[in-house]
């Protein structure tokens, strides 16, 4: 296979809202390159990046895949991520790979949930960003509605660099804006330059400059010389149009119809010659490795071998593929290389260049590309290998907080080892997802992005694992507290022949300020029970306080205070005084007025501003009260807390109340008592639950 200079190579994440036309232009990018001989269609279940059993039945994107294209001498290395919100932790992983970010929109359907999300994680990760309007062709398509909501969302770095020729129906090319010659496209999508059509002359003209106008805003210099002249030269123009999408200070917009690949080889001419190289972005922040110092590394093809690893695939019949790109240096063939994460040597074996799963072996990686390594043992997603002698690591990546918890269980007895070590597995693919096995809650606990991605997982389970699987409700950890004060004294005296058992403390109880925990104070004077017991007096109160006599839910922010007490010269032990505290405590725990404590959470939800009044109206209903409302372009974020209890299964509710189009991100807050009505349910459930164990 042909070697690239890392001046020849464009990295490119292809990202943007489901059935935004993703994949398809991916696959005309394939076709048009020559790359694939066969146009592939997603409804067909035929195209190169959807090759997963799982993808071609749902017809969607699951997994970020890898695939290579050479247009005129450029490699472009793409990346085709999912554009489910479920699935947003591949794109997090992703961008970090790339050197732009193609936002692919719909023209049917605009601006979506994933578009804005998209655009945000590459400002995140200071990624230049492009947009590629599809669906052109589409009946009843215009693209002007599309352009100004991005610009109006985007502001006007959004700027078209071509305009489309025809729309909807009528779509059949595109007009260069730099080179003002307009480019028809036939059915395999191959170019023709032709003169802008007459009827369109003052159009292009009007739109050239401004795009002009905008490059020029790109730089003070050319700004100068723009508002002296009016114009640019050709060579002034390349320079700004780099700088400004380097910069983050142009997206350029780009319109195609990618089901016939129309459009597709005028943006890969634009691309090979305007969008940065991995030479331009220069070098790479990262952190020396255990510590949050800053650290440097450039990327130079002849310096220290960087690499890092942005997904991790089980592969059948070949093992674990790490898909890698090469920041500095040269990944070779026998290399050692250190994972500065796991801590521990990796031996580079085969290499591969990656077309989804077709694969073809390569003897090195350069600076800038991509590729796959295999079977590596203690590598997996975000990790850097690189050399021993000079570390280097990337901050850890932070992925979203889930907004979806479910209990699984297996459905078979005996497979709850199997349950352990699929989930366990397929965290190494994906790592957005967390397991928790509560002990507290004697539940195995899933706490996922979406409520697609652990359908996803129970399927995999199946079909990789062997073990079939029931999903529940999560159970509530709820807490109990006391919000009154109480004094008890408490005698364990038991005879029963030979030696007995005799302990005897008083306790005061008083409520503490929540979260503040348990605090056990010894304030006994004159030795009235002895010191060596005292410490026994403490274990039986931390016993009893695991499970509280409302609902069996572990007892919290409470002080006790042991003032006397006696003991016996014989019969006294650590038992008898374990269990004088106990039972103390259970006493003075119903005598200090005690309630139930349920999990508050702190959600933000971004939803399209026509929702905003059913989302709050959603969010009274569950008990939520509303912090805030922050309206941003075309959306609001509302703000609130809501009970645990009330969210279970609310992404799906946020997706049906907004038409797909809005979001949530939820993380703990606090702790606060639970209404009475609802707390006497609980209270209730509880008796019953126990009374039917007996």
């Given at each position: 296979?042909?070697?690239?200079?890392?001046?020849?190579?464009?990295?490119?994440?292809?990202?943007?809202?489901?059935?935004?036309?993703?994949?398809?232009?991916?696959?005309?990018?394939?076709?048009?390159?020559?790359?694939?001989?066969?146009?592939?269609?997603?409804?067909?279940?035929?195209?190169?990046?959807?090759?997963?059993?799982?993808?071609?039945?749902?017809?969607?994107?699951?997994?970020?895949?890898?695939?290579?294209?050479?247009?005129?001498?450029?490699?472009?290395?793409?990346?085709?991520?999912?554009?489910?919100?479920?699935?947003?932790?591949?794109?997090?992983?992703?961008?970090?790979?790339?050197?732009?970010?193609?936002?692919?929109?719909?023209?049917?359907?605009?601006?979506?949930?994933?578009?804005?999300?998209?655009?945000?994680?590459?400002?995140?990760?200071?990624?230049?960003?492009?947009?590629?309007?599809?669906?052109?062709?589409?009946?009843?398509?215009?693209?002007?509605?599309?352009?100004e909501k991005l610009q109006h969302i985007y502001?006007?770095?959004?700027?078209?660099?071509?305009?489309?020729?025809?729309?909807?129906?009528?779509?059949?090319?595109?007009?260069?804006?730099?080179?003002?010659?307009?480019?028809?496209?036939?059915?395999?999508?191959?170019?023709?330059?032709?003169?802008?059509?007459?009827?369109?002359?003052?159009?292009?003209?009007?739109?050239?400059?401004?795009?002009?106008?905008?490059?020029?805003?790109?730089?003070?210099?050319?700004?100068?010389?723009?508002?002296?002249?009016?114009?640019?030269?050709?060579?002034?123009?390349?320079?700004?149009?780099?700088?400004?999408?380097?910069?983050?200070?142009?997206?350029?917009?780009?319109?195609?119809?990618?089901?016939?690949?129309?459009?597709?080889?005028?943006?890969?001419?634009?691309?090979?010659?305007?969008?940065?190289?991995?030479?331009?972005?220069?070098?790479?922040?990262?952190?020396?490795?255990?510590?949050?110092?800053?650290?440097?590394?450039?990327?130079?093809?002849?310096?220290?071998?960087?690499?890092?690893?942005?997904?991790?695939?089980?592969?059948?019949?070949?093992?674990?593929?790490?898909?890698?790109?090469?920041?500095?240096?040269?990944?070779?063939?026998?290399?050692?290389?250190?994972?500065?994460?796991?801590?521990?040597?990796?031996?580079?074996?085969?290499i591969y260049v990656m077309n989804g799963k077709?694969?073809?072996?390569?003897?090195?990686?350069?600076?800038?590309?991509?590729?796959?390594?295999?079977?590596?043992?203690?590598?997996?997603?975000?990790?850097?290998?690189?050399?021993?002698?000079?570390?280097?690591?990337?901050?850890?990546?932070?992925?979203?907080?889930?907004?979806?918890?479910?209990?699984?269980?297996?459905?078979?007895?005996?497979?709850?080892?199997?349950?352990?070590?699929?989930?366990?597995?397929?965290?190494?693919?994906?790592?957005?997802?967390?397991?928790?096995?509560?002990?507290?809650?004697?539940?195995?606990?899933?706490?996922?992005?979406?409520?697609?991605?652990?359908?996803?997982?129970?399927?995999?389970?199946?079909?990789?694992?062997?073990?079939?699987?029931?999903?529940?409700?999560?159970?509530?950890?709820?807490?109990?507290?006391?919000?009154?004060?109480?004094?008890?004294?408490?005698?364990?005296?038991?005879?029963?022949?030979?030696?007995?058992?005799?302990?005897?403390?008083?306790?005061?109880?008083?409520?503490?300020?929540?979260?503040?925990?348990?605090?056990?104070?010894?304030?006994?004077?004159?030795?009235?029970?002895?010191?060596?017991?005292?410490?026994?007096?403490?274990?039986?109160?931390?016993?009893?306080?695991?499970?509280?006599?409302?609902?069996?839910?572990?007892?919290?922010?409470?002080?006790?205070?042991?003032?006397?007490?006696?003991?016996?010269?014989?019969?006294?032990?650590?038992?008898?005084?374990?269990?004088?505290?106990?039972?103390?405590?259970?006493?003075?725990?119903?005598?200090?007025?005690?309630?139930?404590?349920?999990?508050?959470?702190?959600?933000?939800?971004?939803?399209?501003?026509?929702?905003?009044?059913?989302?709050?109206?959603?969010?009274?209903?569950?008990?939520?009260?509303?912090?805030?409302?922050?309206?941003?372009?075309?959306?609001?974020?509302?703000?609130?807390?809501?009970?645990?209890?009330?969210?279970?299964?609310?992404?799906?509710?946020?997706?049906?109340?907004?038409?797909?189009?809005?979001?949530?991100?939820?993380?703990?807050?606090?702790?606060?008592?639970?209404?009475?009505?609802?707390?006497?349910?609980?209270?209730?459930?509880?008796?019953?639950?126990?009374?039917?164990?007996?």
């Amino acid at each position: 296979m042909k070697e690239y200079k890392t001046e020849q190579i464009r990295n490119l994440a292809l990202c943007g809202h489901n059935s935004c036309g993703k994949t398809t232009f991916a696959e005309a990018i394939l076709h048009v390159t020559g790359t694939s001989s066969r146009f592939g269609k997603v409804d067909e279940g035929t195209t190169v990046s959807d090759f997963a059993d799982e993808e071609i039945a749902r017809r969607i994107s699951i997994s970020a895949t890898l695939l290579h294209a050479d247009h005129k001498g450029t490699k472009f290395n793409l990346i085709d991520l999912p554009g489910f919100p479920d699935l947003i932790g591949e794109t997090v992983a992703a961008l970090q790979a790339v050197d732009i970010g193609v936002i692919v929109v719909s023209a049917t359907a605009g601006v979506e949930v994933v578009t804005d999300q998209s655009f945000r994680y590459c400002e995140k990760y200071g990624l230049p960003r492009t947009f590629v309007i599809t669906k052109l062709d589409k009946e009843h398509v215009e693209y002007r509605p599309v352009l100004e909501k991005l610009q109006h969302i985007y502001g006007l770095k959004a700027a078209p660099v071509q305009i489309p020729i025809g729309e909807a129906l009528t779509f059949k090319g595109v007009v260069d804006l730099l080179k003002m010659k307009a480019y028809t496209f036939d059915a395999n999508g191959k170019a023709t330059e032709e003169e802008v059509p007459v009827d369109m002359k003052d159009e292009a003209q009007a739109a050239r400059e401004k795009l002009v106008e905008s490059i020029a805003e790109a730089d003070d210099k050319l700004l100068e010389k723009f508002f002296e002249s009016g114009e640019l030269t050709p060579d002034e123009i390349t320079h700004g149009l780099r700088t400004g999408i380097q910069k983050h200070a142009l997206y350029p917009v780009f319109f195609c119809a990618p089901i016939t690949a129309s459009g597709v080889s005028t943006f890969l001419d634009f691309a090979a010659a305007y969008f940065p190289t991995p030479a331009d972005r220069g070098e790479i922040v990262g952190v020396m490795p255990g510590t949050t110092e800053k650290k440097i590394r450039k990327i130079d093809p002849a310096g220290v071998p960087t690499a890092y690893v942005f997904k991790t695939v089980s592969e059948p019949h070949v093992g674990e593929l790490s898909l890698i790109r090469a920041f500095s240096g040269k990944i070779s063939h026998g290399d050692e290389l250190y994972n500065t994460a796991s801590e521990s040597s990796e031996k580079i074996g085969q290499i591969y260049v990656m077309n989804g799963k077709e694969r073809k072996e390569i003897p090195t990686v350069v600076a800038g590309d991509m590729g796959a390594l295999v079977k590596l043992r203690q590598t997996h997603t975000g990790d850097v290998l690189t050399s021993k002698g000079d570390l280097f690591a990337l901050p850890k990546i932070e992925y979203p907080s889930p907004v979806v918890d479910v209990g699984i269980r297996p459905l078979s007895k005996g497979d709850e080892e199997k349950i352990s070590s699929g989930l366990s597995r397929l965290r190494e693919e994906d790592p957005t997802f967390k397991v928790m096995a509560d002990a507290e809650l004697n539940q195995t606990l899933i706490f996922a992005q979406g409520e697609l991605q652990v359908d996803i997982l129970v399927k995999k389970l199946k079909e990789k694992f062997g073990v079939d699987v029931e999903l529940e409700k999560p159970r509530i950890p709820y807490r109990e507290t006391i919000t009154g004060k109480a004094e008890v004294q408490h005698k364990y005296k038991k005879q029963s022949g030979g030696r007995g058992q005799y302990g005897d403390v008083y306790i005061r109880m008083s409520p503490r300020k929540r979260g503040e925990g348990f605090e056990f104070v010894n304030a006994i004077v004159g030795g009235v029970i002895p010191g060596k017991f005292i410490p026994s007096v403490e274990k039986g109160v931390v016993e009893a306080m695991k499970n509280g006599q409302l609902t069996g839910s572990p007892v919290v922010d409470f002080q006790v205070e042991l003032f006397f007490g006696s003991s016996h010269s014989v019969d006294s032990s650590d038992m008898a005084f374990k269990m004088a505290g106990l039972f103390a405590f259970r006493d003075a725990f119903e005598k200090c007025s005690p309630v139930v404590l349920e999990p508050v959470y702190n959600i933000e939800v971004r939803v399209p501003e026509e929702f905003t009044g059913d989302v709050m109206g959603d969010i009274s209903s569950r008990r939520g009260r509303i912090s805030g409302m922050n309206p941003e372009s075309g959306y609001t974020v509302v703000k609130a807390q809501v009970p645990q209890a009330e969210l279970y299964k609310y992404s799906t509710q946020i997706k049906s109340l907004t038409q797909g189009r809005g979001f949530y991100a939820r993380d703990f807050s606090h702790y606060e008592e639970v209404p009475r009505e609802i707390q006497e349910r609980l209270i209730e459930e509880y008796k019953k639950a126990r009374e039917s164990e007996k």
